[in-house]
């Protein structure tokens, strides 16, 4: 009696497998375009069986700004050449942190020329704000494991995610 109880499990377990139910599995991207996923080396599913959430596609969202980005000093390191019978070669290096003001001035074969230094407060920071569409790239990449969902009797697979 006891054998004829484990049979019958093992009846209701196939039937139960044979319908196919809800199953995770995990997959391996094997191509890109077009998009396929290996599962156990066995299976492979293209685009036609796949369901993609925001999580492994690229996809645009609307996102609103109200910043301003930090103050910035930029590098304002510079040389001039002067050809004259002598040659006439000048390096200057402004100090960033105290713009217009000159760390170290360079000039050799000096000769009768004036140079002179412009001061230009070259700090600044910009203002973004607003609602615009950014692109989100998460676009899946060949090799990339994946977690999926089977469903449908087996006939879709909903990829939730990377598996890390």
């Known amino acids: 009696m006891a054998d004829m109880h484990e049979v019958i499990k093992k009846i209701a377990l196939a039937v139960v497998e044979e319908s196919k139910p809800t199953a995770v599995l995990f997959g391996e991207v094997t191509s890109v375009s ?10 492979t599913l293209d685009e036609n069986f796949l ?4 999580n492994v596609r690229d996809h645009n969202v609307d996102m609103t700004f109200d910043f301003s980005t930090k103050s910035k000093t ?4 510079h040389k001039h050449n002067a050809q004259s019978s002598g040659g006439i070669s000048v390096t200057s290096k402004l100090n960033p942190e105290q713009p217009g003001t000159v760390i ?9 020329t004036s140079i002179s230094e412009t001061k230009i407060d ?3 920071s910009h203002d973004i704000k607003g609602r615009t569409t950014v692109t989100v790239h998460y676009g899946l990449k060949k090799g990339e494991k994946v977690i999926l969902i089977r469903y ?4 879709k697979f909903l990829v939730l995610d990377r598996v890390v």
């Open 34 to 43: 077009p998009l396929k996923i290996t599962i156990d080396q066995k299976l």
């Open 51 to 54: 369901i993609l959430t925001n």
């Open 74 to 77: 930029l590098d304002a390191d």
């Open 104 to 112: 170290e001035n360079e000039v050799t074969n000096t000769s009768s």
């Open 122 to 124: 070259l700090t600044h």
């Open 152 to 155: 449908n009797k087996g006939q």
